[in-house]
């Protein structure tokens, strides 16, 4: 056997006693081959079988037997839709075929049974799917609905758009796998490998690693530091550690003399200890050492932060104890509105509160004290613009080096505790109450908050990285960190005690902060299942919870897979089609389709569409789009000022929810500077510019009225609207367009008229004026401001040509 043959590609232990190996290539000898466990003490293999061919193939979508003959295969337990109803056809697609096979009978999958298991089929020649190795491939229903292929597909393979295929493999088709039962328990702490016996060629083996029993370990009860009369008990999930020991203090200088308490080991994986004392106020955190292998990145003399510590005095820790009755719960009574009617602005902390006209030196001006007291002044600039939402980037503690050092925040260090720099003591956990009144404050306002979330990767350091590497982080075979975030480390949120810590961390915040929902960063990376369980877990905490998804990573999209589920998204796609279509782009179809909800593909619900063209991340609107040299709005053209008025426009008569940045409505500017996540200088708000463009100030502030008031009910929907509900209208050869709501009066006797031009020259468009008889016209909005109701009768009714100038929009209603 040559030495590229014998490459072993992963070891994995499904049970204490059971496991696989994966081989680089096919066995193709009748014997199994030559392999050992090994390290100090391992146990011994007792038996080395092949793996049934079948098995991989459940996982990969195929395997080839030993006649050559090539399964594609579907288990019907892992589409439920598809076993309800057993009349629904299914194709294999992948370049063999054109990626086109529906209604070809040649490519339908047909009812088998695999193993005693309901499966769907496609049997063939190996060969010609071997012609071309790495062909890909993919299952496509009757309805053109394409099934998920899962994340941890052993054979997953992108295309060039991020979409998630299959791979076809000739020398990896289910006889590169072999079975192993060892004759005396693994223990989880030691660290073993797979090699082969013969010793002779030590590149070839790997480490072996726990599997899904690993990741299914669940401990039930509380975990974190509690307070229970003058006892204080502490309580951490370590699976893989040898040893653990909690320190604790009083005094933030006198570390070095903290006291240090051993902590014991239970079956469930925690390690826990108990003081007879009440030690509320007092500063801990653990040292945890544990087996060195690729898999670990245990380092006892590290001080670790809690991951459930409830307030942390900066990103290192210490955690501080804090008995429950202290931090206590919240129930103001504040009405979460309807997601329908929510108008949603995305805003941070110190960028609203630094240059807000208010009282207060830069230690409160750059936290949660300055915000509470911005949004209770007479002044606050979001209550002027009427948006009933406010998205708050994280304030979950992150990783800047300094309190006083900017950051955006999406590097979290613990999921608990409030941002310390927000903070103005966080040595004595003011961020809770001080986080609390920024709620409060928001909600006296009736705004609701929504906070970003980050649990898809963690920032610096890494404290679940040194409780365990394996348990909590995204690996191959071999120990590399997946890297699908950009950040290095993403969490494997598959982890049955991640998903316990993001929907522990979630539960506190609602409960104790009074949160009104979360938007979670790059969502895509935890995992529908995941995002199923959370969404269940959090509606028996707070039913009427808004939950929006950021659906994307760099490993793939996933808004079309959250269309059964209680998420919203942020919608991608609507926002590249308003930057391309106020600067004249963009197609009729595009145009129809996103004013209508993006209901065919992304949301099956109209609220399920977070319709937004600035965020964060990226340059700012008005740099995008500006005619200006190197992407620098700050001085905006005239016609800058015209696309962003048809820009809200369009996005408050867009079905689905519509999402504001901070500062967008005065053309705020970053200078054309692309990834500013560091930069205060340029993201903090500069509330001179309401004054220098007023008017677009205030006419962002009359849409989001419009869209808030009894007649914008036409454009928030709960249930999805009747075919007959729009009606469009194009101009000739040109990307303006003319919508009419409500045309079939299926939601009431109001229906709205909205026409926009976003060419450079006078377009016509042509109405069909049967379906405008009825009650008058009137005249409600153009490009520049609304009318007054007195002076709606000007300009004139609604005509059978409408005359649109360049860069402008018009918005009539018929009322009831």
């Not at 959250?562 to 998204?569: F, N």
């Not at 391309?580 to 389709?593: D, F, T």
């Not at 709205?752 to 379906?771: G, R, Y």
Request: charged share 20%.
């Amino acid at each position: 056997m040559s030495s590229r043959g014998k490459k072993i590609v992963q070891a994995l232990l499904e049970s204490p006693t059971q496991g696989l190996i994966e081989l680089a290539h096919d066995w193709r000898a009748r014997h199994p081959p030559s392999l050992v466990l090994i390290g100090d003490q391992a146990p011994k293999f007792s038996s080395l079988s092949r793996f049934p061919d079948y098995v991989f193939g459940c996982a990969s979508g195929y395997f080839v037997n030993r006649k050559d003959e090539i399964y594609f295969l579907v288990r019907l337990s892992d589409q439920p839709e598809l076993a309800a109803d057993p009349e629904e056809r299914v194709y294999l697609a992948g370049d063999f075929n054109g990626w086109d096979p529906v209604g070809q009978a040649q490519w339908e999958l047909r009812a088998a049974s695999v193993d005693g298991e309901p499966v769907l089929l496609w049997t063939g020649r190996a060969a010609t799917f071997f012609a071309h190795p790495w062909m890909r491939f993919k299952f496509v229903t009757g309805g053109h609905r394409w099934l998920e292929v899962p994340a941890d597909a052993p054979n997953v393979s992108f295309d060039d758009l991020g979409n998630r295929n299959r791979a076809i493999d000739p020398e990896r088709t289910g006889q590169h796998l072999f079975r192993f039962t060892l004759a005396s328990p693994m223990v989880l702490s030691e660290s073993w490998a797979v090699g082969w016996s013969d010793g002779s060629d030590e590149g070839h083996r790997v480490p072996l690693k726990p599997g899904k029993f690993f990741f299914d370990l669940v401990a039930e009860g509380p975990l974190g530091a509690k307070v229970a009369g003058e006892i204080t008990t502490f309580r951490i999930f370590a699976p893989r550690a040898r040893k653990v020991e909690l320190c604790v203090t009083d005094d933030l200088d006198l570390f070095d003399s903290a006291s240090r308490y051993p902590l014991g080991r239970h079956d469930d994986g925690t390690w826990w200890v108990a003081l007879d004392q009440n030690l509320h106020g007092w500063y801990y955190w653990y040292h945890i050492d544990g087996p060195s292998d690729a898999f670990g990145l245990f380092v006892p003399e590290r001080r670790i932060l809690d991951p459930y510590a409830l307030a942390t005095v900066g990103r290192d820790g210490p955690g501080i104890v804090l008995a429950e009755s202290w931090v206590g719960e919240v129930a103001d009574g504040f009405a979460t509105p309807a997601w329908h009617d929510l108008v949603i602005v995305e805003a941070h902390v110190r960028d609203l509160a630094e240059k807000a006209p208010v009282r207060g030196g830069a230690l409160e001006r750059r936290g949660f004290v300055g915000l509470a007291a911005w949004v209770r002044s007479p002044q606050f600039y979001l209550h002027a613009l009427g948006i009933n939402c406010v998205e708050l980037q994280p304030v979950q503690e992150f990783d800047n080096r300094t309190h006083s050092e900017y950051h955006w925040g999406y590097m979290t260090a613990n999921f608990f505790a409030p941002a310390s720099g927000y903070s103005t003591a966080p040595e004595v956990a003011s961020g809770i109450q001080e986080l609390k009144d920024v709620v409060a404050a928001f909600h006296e306002r009736g705004i609701a908050v929504l906070l970003d979330v980050v649990f898809n990767h963690v920032g610096e350091p890494a404290h679940l990285m040194f409780i365990d590497k394996l348990y909590y982080f995204e690996q191959d075979g071999a120990g590399k960190l997946s890297n699908w975030s950009g950040c290095g480390n993403d969490l494997r949120a598959r982890s049955a005690m991640s998903k316990r810590l993001i929907i522990d961390s979630c539960s506190h915040l609602l409960r104790t902060f009074g949160v009104d929902g979360f938007r979670f960063d790059l969502a895509e990376l935890l995992g529908i299942e995941a995002l199923r369980e959370i969404e269940a877990a959090l509606k028996v905490v707070k039913p009427d919870l808004i939950l929006i998804a950021e659906p994307w990573s760099f490993r793939g999209h996933i808004a079309g897979a959250l269309r059964d589920t209680g998420w919203a998204s942020w919608n991608d796609g609507y926002r590249d089609f308003m930057r391309e279509y106020v600067r004249g782009g963009g197609s009729h179809g595009s145009y129809e389709y996103f004013l209508k909800g993006s209901p065919w593909h992304f949301a099956k619900w109209p609220a399920q569409t977070v319709n937004y063209t600035e965020s964060h991340d990226d340059r700012a609107w008005i740099d995008i789009i500006t005619e200006n040299h190197e992407h620098d709005g700050f001085v905006p053209t005239a016609n800058d000022r015209r696309r962003t008025h048809l820009m809200v426009a369009m996005l408050m008569m867009s079905i689905g929810i519509p999402m504001l940045a901070q500062g967008q409505d005065f053309l705020r500017s970053k200078g054309g500077v692309n990834n500013t996540y560091q930069r205060g200088d340029l993201n903090v708000l500069d509330y001179h510019r309401v004054y220098r463009y007023p008017s677009t100030h205030a006419y962002f502030a009359d849409w989001v009225a419009f869209r808030r008031s009894p007649e914008g009910t036409v454009l928030r929907h709960f249930s999805r609207a009747s075919e007959g509900f729009f009606r469009f209208f194009f101009a000739h050869e040109s990307s303006a367009a003319a919508a009419l709501y409500n045309a079939d009066l299926s939601q009431g006797a109001v229906r709205l008229l909205f026409a926009v031009n976003p060419t450079l020259v006078d377009v016509k468009i042509v109405l069909d004026m049967e379906i405008f008889s009825g009650n008058p016209w009137q005249a409600v909005a153009d490009s520049e401001r609304f009318y007054r109701p007195e002076t709606r009768g000007y300009p004139p009714s609604v005509a059978p040509t409408l005359l649109l100038p360049p860069l402008s929009c018009m918005l009539w209603m018929s009322p009831a």
